[in-house]
């Protein structure tokens, strides 16, 4: 049987839907029981490979305590038939959003108060990717 390719609204919109699942702090199981789905079921809508019903979408948006909207935020703009254009920054910035240590390093970091200390959080994380980057350091 062929499998049709995983489309990247349905990606984007799952992403979204663990992201908000993560900053509340609940589990796929939580967010299962509360759906009547397993958490197996969670885990495919929220890699996209499989697609949310526009009911399912709301009833989710009522458990995450979000309007529906929210999960098309930033969404990709795909033209029918075809292919969607390179991930862009924000592209890139949402799916890092969507993982647990991105979640926590904002939810940190936007609880620092100090402005100058921010900054240099922010200087040697850029160091740190320069040095990722570097040809010398690969290995």
């Given at each position: 049987m062929r499998r049709e390719p995983v489309n990247?609204?349905?990606?984007?919109?799952?992403?979204?839907?663990?992201?908000?699942r993560l900053m509340m702090g609940m589990s796929q199981t939580a967010l299962g029981d509360a759906l009547g789905v397993s958490f197996q079921q969670v885990q495919k809508y929220e890699k996209g490979t499989n697609r949310i019903g526009a009911s399912r979408?709301?009833?989710?948006?009522?458990i995450l305590q979000v309007p529906a909207a929210f999960f098309f935020d930033g969404a990709p703009h795909v033209k029918a038939g075809k292919k969607p254009v390179a991930p862009s920054l924000t592209?890139?910035?949402?799916?890092?959003?969507?993982t647990r240590d991105g979640l926590a390093l904002v939810k940190a970091f936007?609880?620092?108060?100090?402005?100058?200390?921010?900054?240099?959080?922010?200087?040697?994380v850029e160091?740190?990717?320069?040095?990722e980057r570097s040809?010398?350091?690969?290995r």
């Open positions: 990247p609204i349905d990606t984007y919109v799952g992403g979204r839907v663990r992201m908000r979408l709301q009833h989710i948006s009522n592209d890139e910035i949402s799916a890092f959003m969507t936007s609880r620092i108060d100090n402005v100058a200390l921010r900054r240099r959080i922010t200087d040697l160091q740190i990717e320069q040095t040809p010398a350091t690969r």
